[in-house]
């Protein structure tokens, strides 16, 4: 599965509709200072749910949304869309019937995110686990912005693990084994309360 097609509307600077074309193979942004590039980057990492204000450089979740300069008025949504290439049938199970996926997020001021895949509603976490079965999660070692590559040397061992872990496609696994202990938790606690209603009973 390839990057194929990014389209930005309202997000940070690239307020008006924009597509950009990622070819296959490496890709460098390069420009003059404060043009866009790492917004380019936090687009990527904003569409496959990422939520983390440090890694989006903003306070609020509304951030992301063009926040209007002198000569342009804010904008009140922001939507991206990432296009991957699914020619080669290599994406995770259930989304194998198209040639492209398209994954898509908006946000409108003061109401949240929504998702789609392939213009079908989705939640947070199905678009969190497709990139993470693909081992191309927001926070995947492919995406390399600025002092990254000296982050990670001086990362702690646990931190690196973490790199390795998503970059072997395993960091899903490791979410549904999270959600799988919470509901275990959940019913051993109903378990419990159950036994106390039956006890009182008996
Ligand atoms: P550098 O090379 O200096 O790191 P860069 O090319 O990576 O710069 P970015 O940091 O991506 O540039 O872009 C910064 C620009 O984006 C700034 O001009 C900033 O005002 C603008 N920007 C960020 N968030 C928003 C927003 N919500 N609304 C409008 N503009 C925004």
Redesign the pocket.
Same mark, same amino acid.
């Given at each position: 599965m390839d990057f194929s097609r990014l389209r930005l509307s309202g997000f &940070? =600077?690239f307020v008006e509709p924009t597509e950009l074309h990622i070819e296959p193979g490496l890709t460098g942004v390069v #420009?003059p200072? #404060?043009? #866009? &590039? =790492?917004?380019l980057l936090e687009a990527i990492r904003w569409v496959m749910g990422e939520n983390r204000a440090k890694s989006l450089r903003g306070s609020g979740m509304d951030?992301?949304?063009?926040?209007g300069t002198g000569k342009r008025p804010a904008r009140n949504l922001a939507e991206v869309t990432l296009v991957l290439d699914n020619f080669e049938r290599d994406a995770p199970a259930g989304y194998n019937d198209h040639d492209t996926i398209e994954v898509t997020r908006r946000i409108e001021r003061e109401s949240g995110s929504s998702y789609r895949i392939n213009g079908k509603d989705v939640r947070q976490k199905d678009v969190q686990l497709l990139f993470a079965d693909a081992a191309t999660g927001a926070h995947s070692p492919s995406l390399v912005s600025?002092g990254r590559i000296g982050a990670l040397i001086n990362a702690k061992p646990q931190e690196r693990r973490l790199v390795l872990e998503e970059a072997a496609g395993i960091s899903g696994l490791h979410q549904r084994r999270k959600e799988a202990e919470s509901r275990l938790r959940g019913a051993e606690g109903n378990l419990t309360r159950l036994q106390d209603v039956v006890g009182q009973m008996e």
């Open positions: &940070k =600077s #420009g200072n #404060g043009c #866009g &590039k =790492s917004n951030d992301v949304i063009f926040a600025q």
